[in-house]
């Protein structure tokens, strides 16, 4: 095509009326331009762009320049001045609805290698247009914000300080470019609340607003490392995100503890969960406008409510889900009196899970600095729980860890309330009376009976026999119930019978091991002194297949010794309470 | 109505106001919360226990100090009274005033924020004076469709409820537009309610209620009697009804993690049975709780040797098939993929499981998610005639649904309009699913396909 045809292209189009033109004109107008600038002649377009006798083509196909034009502006730095005063002369001339559709294709179809680039460089335009839309604008904000974010939510968020400060891929700089989008849609709503006068459209306004903020509470902040002493943007957003919310008439206490059943946020409940998880998070933990939260809740309330939030974060298994599930627990239970939380409370789903959730970090999480916080957080809130509640959450936690390390620890816990019941007017019947009895009954058993392997139960075993043996030593108050104190005995001495069996067996196997591992060693020694001798001959030597897995025989032999000394000491613990059993006997005689 | 100046002076003097003026509300009269009216109230209407009430309140502490206020936030402040939600002096303060009524209270620290105070808002050990207004009040919603209203007579003692299982001793009274239709005693499991003539709403209020509560009960008809009504009682179709409940006295039922897998396992089938009989008499809510008290025991468990494994896991398979074919019948297609899902996952083969999402998906029109699964259903048996019909249904679907696509396509506003679709097609959507009553089906649709029976 030669500079006449084009010129006389254009010569028809500026005589065409706009419902004349066809679909291939707009393709055609498209082409043009877009030849234009990757000819490198983005002057020349933007003369056009300007030029009077044009104004007619470009209020009715100007916008379709838009992506052509927004591309080369983000990709080259050449055509930059007239790319970038080109768009604007468009986004001001087009028709508004146009301009629109035309920037949502841009950020459908956006470069997955310049994401944050190609939406700074439209952030400012969406909002012109969309400033100019005369109807249909809360749809039209609610399209963009969606479609953008879609787009934000491809971006890596950053994990380091440094990470945040270099900002590489430009998540942070798309979040502050969102928060500032947003404002001028925020303050209408908030100006027209203040006047009293609102419409169905502004309620639109409202949702589509209160949805890009649910979505942004998931999507990126979630996965965010917030800090209140390192005002990075993404704390800003967070605190732009919360101020907004009470500001479009969406109170957080509504939001968080009441949910609310007028709107509908088009999510699906687990999302909004995560969302409002997040939200929780913000307002207790980094205490982000909690001076306008209201005061007069009760902390069991907010424990109660904050239940579900913590076990959407606990059962995830990432990182930023987790510090911040633990981080919410924690400060949820700082607020309530020690030893007051009430055995229904257990019975509440979301605090069982939450418990069983903690339970699973306490043991599989390998990451050492959330199993520590998680363990503190464990006994945090044992705390807080009643004696009955304790009582009931000490028999779930035996009954369904099947893990020796967590049990052990409930055993000291259980150790510990039965000493804090012995002092002046702590007794109660749940540590000191009739209710210990199925509670020690848990502790003092070998589930598998005598072939229970000690070495696996170890921790649970040892804390166990401490236990007797404190009980035994401080056995004044439990006395003076005669039941009690006789069933308790035979518990004890039940399972002192069947720990005895349990470990000669285990000893006689673990002795025979050790055996046949001197053995081997010394059969392989000769066999490599002959081997030696006569290398040449025989290459290939066999040796007995190994029992105890790759373990080099020098682990191994530490192994099977370490085992026997346990068993030593477990004995030696038996028979410490035998003979307190006979003193305290004599002495009572 | 402002107070400034009765707060404008030190504590000593505002004690002294009250002590004047005041009236001791608290039950055991330990002056630990002390009000004084500012304004009548309109009516003598009072909240009762569990009622959400709004209010209107300005904290302050003796020095006059203003650490708290609903006004500034320019939205008054609602929660559900005397439920241990907010802090004792309210609880206690709003269950004492009237609509409309205005007033003060002086609250001790063990009634406010006790020892500890507020971080950065209350000095610990602090008295506190809260201005309220109490602008209106209705019944607890239990439930999120307000088809059960709650307003409590009389609360009831310690802080456990009944479970699903538990056995109940009730004092009954339904009554239907003024005229009592039913009152007696009666005992019965939580869950299996319907087995006595009792309604759905008052099963499902139960497990919120405690030891010696007493409550009026506010039923819509899908938890009442439904669409069918009561011949018995003489209630006619889709109407309302009060039920007066006190509940004596119950005993709870074990928590999974409190029986045996053997236990669990022995169990198991009577619970099913239960479930399939709710099933076939077309009672789909009461057969979702018998098959999800299935779920919830063995969802955990994961038995010793290869027998038991497989045994429990079809117990769980069967319990997933069956609650997604309830929540079909009821139309909540999202939970009939949650379950299919659930099943899918322990056996990825299932044709029933595959069958089912498919036709949830098919009626969330997600046409095509919905052929691949009947598909798949092909894969696994190739004889199923009822996969093949639906996937042609699938097929002029998505043939449908592309020709009207492409109009809208040549339409320049082709974004607004995929959108308008959208919202009024999941508002038609809620439309039928209000219209279809929770028994508006029973008997009427009586689609028997191979499918459609109960493991």
């Known amino acids: 095509m030669n500079e006449d045809q084009v010129n006389d292209i254009i010569q028809r189009w500026r005589d065409t009326q706009e419902e004349d033109l066809k679909l291939d004109d707009y393709q055609l107008f498209k082409n043009l331009g877009s030849a234009c600038l990757t000819e490198g002649d983005g002057e020349q377009l933007l003369q056009f762009v300007q030029d009077e006798k044009n104004q007619g083509i470009l209020k009715s196909m100007g916008h379709v320049l838009l992506a052509p034009l927004i591309n080369d502006a983000v990709k080259k730095k050449k055509n930059l001045n007239h790319c970038q005063a080109a768009i604007t002369h468009l986004i001001k001339t087009c028709r508004p609805n146009h301009l629109l559709n035309s920037l949502l294709e841009v950020i459908e179809d956006i470069d997955p290698g310049a994401i944050s680039e190609t939406i700074l460089a439209l952030i400012p335009h969406l909002q012109t247009v969309l400033l100019r839309l005369d109807e249909r604008k809360a749809a039209g904000v609610g399209l963009v914000l969606s479609a953008l974010q879609k787009q934000v939510s491809r971006l890596p968020v950053p994990y380091t300080q440094q990470q945040v400060e270099a900002d590489e891929l430009g998540l942070c700089r798309c979040c502050t470019a969102l928060a500032a989008f947003m404002k001028p849609f925020t303050e209408e709503v908030k100006r027209k609340d203040r006047n009293c006068v609102t419409t169905a459209e502004d309620e639109e306004l409202k949702t589509e607003i209160l949805k890009f903020c649910m979505r942004s509470l998931r999507e990126p902040l979630l996965e965010a490392e917030l800090n209140r002493d390192r005002k990075s943007p993404l704390w800003l957003f967070a605190v732009e995100i919360m101020v907004t919310l009470p500001a479009i008439t969406e109170p957080l206490s509504g939001l968080l503890f009441f949910s609310s059943q007028r709107k509908s946020t088009m999510m699906d409940s687990s999302q909004t969960n995560e969302s409002k998880a997040c939200l929780a998070y913000l307002l207790f933990v980094q205490l982000i406008t909690i001076d306008s939260f209201p005061a007069v809740f009760s902390p069991v309330f907010v424990l109660q409510c904050n239940m579900e939030y913590i076990n959407h974060l606990l059962s995830r298994k990432k990182e930023s889900y987790l510090l911040k599930g633990l981080a919410l627990f924690s400060k949820s239970l700082e607020n309530i009196q020690d030893n007051s939380l009430p055995v229904s409370l257990l019975e509440q789903k979301s605090v069982y899970s939450v418990s069983q959730n903690l339970r699973q970090l306490l043991t599989d999480c390998p990451m050492q600095h959330l199993r520590e916080s998680g363990l503190e957080i464990f006994q945090l809130f044992i705390n807080k729980l009643d004696a009955e509640a304790k009582h009931k959450f000490f028999r779930c936690m035996l009954k369904t860890s099947s893990h020796a390390g967590v049990e052990s620890y409930i055993v000291k816990n259980i150790r510990n309330q039965i000493e804090f019941s012995m002092k002046p007017g702590n007794a109660n019947k749940w540590f000191l009376g009739t209710e210990l009895l199925p509670l020690l009954g848990l502790v003092l058993c070998l589930p598998q009976g005598a072939e229970t392997d000690l070495l696996n139960s170890m921790d649970k075993i040892m804390e166990s026999l401490n236990l007797l043996r404190y009980v035994l030593i401080r056995d004044k108050e439990l006395r003076s119930n005669a039941d009690v104190w006789e069933e308790l005995c035979r518990i004890k001495d039940e399972y002192l019978k069947m720990l005895r069996v349990c470990i000669s067996i285990s000893r006689a196997y673990y002795s025979s091991e050790l055996k046949a591992l001197k053995e081997d060693q010394k059969l392989k020694a000769k066999e490599a002194r002959d081997a030696a001798r006569s290398n040449r001959l025989v290459k290939s030597i066999t040796v007995k297949h190994e029992k105890v897995s790759n373990m080099s025989p020098e682990v191994q032999n530490q192994v099977l010794q370490s085992a026997l000394v346990t068993f030593d000491l477990m004995e030696s613990l038996i028979v410490r309470i035998e003979e307190i059993t006979e003193e305290k006997l004599t002495k009572l005689n | ?455």
Request: glycine share 10%; proline share 3%; with cysteine.
């Open chain 2, 1 to 455: 109505m402002t107070t400034d100046q009765d707060l404008s002076m030190d504590g000593q003097s505002a004690r002294a106001v009250f002590a004047a003026k005041g009236t001791d509300v608290t039950p055991n009269k330990d002056q630990g919360v002390i009000k004084v009216v500012k304004r009548q109230g309109l009516d003598g209407d009072r909240p009762m226990i569990g009622d959400r009430v709004m209010v209107h309140y300005t904290g302050r502490l003796l020095t006059g100090k203003k650490f708290d206020c609903s006004r500034d936030r320019k939205e008054p402040f609602s929660f559900n009274v005397g439920k241990g939600q907010v802090l004792k002096a309210w609880d206690i303060g709003v269950l004492s005033m009237q609509r409309g009524e205005v007033c003060t209270f002086l609250c001790k620290p063990e009634y406010a924020y006790g020892t500890a105070g507020n971080p950065n808002k209350i000095p610990p050990c602090s008295s506190v004076v809260f201005e309220m207004e109490l602008l209106k009040f209705e019944g607890e919603a239990l439930t999120d469709d307000g088809g059960i209203i709650r307003r409590i007579k009389v609360k009831g003692d310690g802080y456990t409820n009944p479970n699903d299982g538990a056995t109940v001793d009730v004092h009954l009274q339904g009554s239907c537009g003024g005229r009592l239709f039913d009152c007696r005693d009666v005992s019965f499991i939580v869950g299996e309610g319907e087995d006595k003539s009792i309604p759905l709403g008052v099963d499902r209020a139960l497990d919120k209620m405690q030891r010696g509560e007493c409550c009026i009960l506010y039923l819509k008809p899908k938890y009442g009697f439904g669409s069918e009504g009561k011949p018995e009682y003489k209630i006619g179709p889709d109407k309302d009804v009060v039920y007066e409940v006190a509940l004596k006295d119950f005993q709870r039922a074990k928590e999974s993690w409190e029986m045996d897998l053997s236990e669990k396992l022995d169990l198991v089938g009577d619970v099913k049975n239960k479930g399939n009989q709710y099933f076939k008499a077309g009672r789909y809510y009461q057969a979702i709780i018998q098959y999800q008290r299935i779920v919830s025991w063995l969802e955990m468990e994961c038995g010793a040797g290869v027998e038991q494994q497989k045994r429990i896991q079809d117990c769980i398979v069967t319990a997933h098939l069956n609650l997604a074919l309830c929540f079909l019948r009821i139309k909540e297609f999202s939970q009939v993929i949650d379950n299919c899902n659930k099943v899918i996952e322990l056996d990825k083969g299932n044709e029933k499981a595959l069958y089912r999402r498919g036709e949830a998906r098919l009626l969330r029109n997600e046409f095509s998610l919905a052929m691949a699964d009947f598909q798949q259903v092909l894969q696994v048996n190739s004889s199923n005639r009822a996969a093949r019909a639906q996937i042609s249904i699938c097929q002029s679907k998505i043939k449908e649904h592309h020709e009207q696509d492409k109009k809208t396509y040549a339409n320049m506003f082709q974004k607004f309009a995929e959108r308008d679709a959208k919202t009024r097609r999941t508002k038609r959507r809620r439309d039928e699913s209000e219209r279809s009553g929770m028994n508006g089906e029973v008997g009427i649709k009586r689609r028997r396909r191979s499918q459609d029976c109960l493991p």
